[in-house]
């Protein structure tokens, strides 16, 4: 059973950091894609970074050049460091991961951890 377990969420002011790690176990597949979503309630969920095991990564226009991602793909982990972080980016983030080797498909979720930034 593929289990993705988030960590690293938490309250903080509106211009802080915060980094979320995810690891992921139980696939007897390699993961191409690895990323992350979040979703406020009453919205959408939305990308919010996304990385394949060849290196392409995908940023949603809103968190371009404040957030980072990376993985460890030995270690079937990834991870968001979030700088200059805004109310606005408030939300539960989920972890998620998919083997499809096209694209950013993504085939498991994880909990999810929350974000509160505040003013």
């Known amino acids: 059973q593929v289990q993705l377990v988030e960590s690293g969420g938490g309250l903080v002011q509106a211009g802080g950091s915060l980094r979320l790690s995810c690891v992921a176990s139980?696939?007897?597949?390699?993961?191409?894609?690895m990323g992350w979503y979040r979703q406020v309630p009453g919205k959408q969920r939305e990308l919010v970074a996304a990385?394949?095991?060849?290196?392409?990564?995908k940023y949603a226009d809103s968190v371009k050049g404040r957030f980072t991602i990376s993985r460890d793909n030995d270690k079937n982990t990834v991870y968001l460091q979030m700088n200059s972080l805004k109310p606005e980016d408030t939300a539960v983030y989920c972890c998620?991961?998919?083997?499809?080797?096209?694209?950013?498909?993504?085939?498991?979720w994880g909990k999810g951890t929350l974000v509160t930034v505040s003013l």
């Open positions: 998620a991961a998919g083997v499809p080797l096209e694209g950013y498909a993504m085939d498991y």
């Open positions: 990385m394949t095991t060849g290196g392409k990564i």
């Open positions: 139980g696939s007897p597949f390699s993961f191409n894609a």
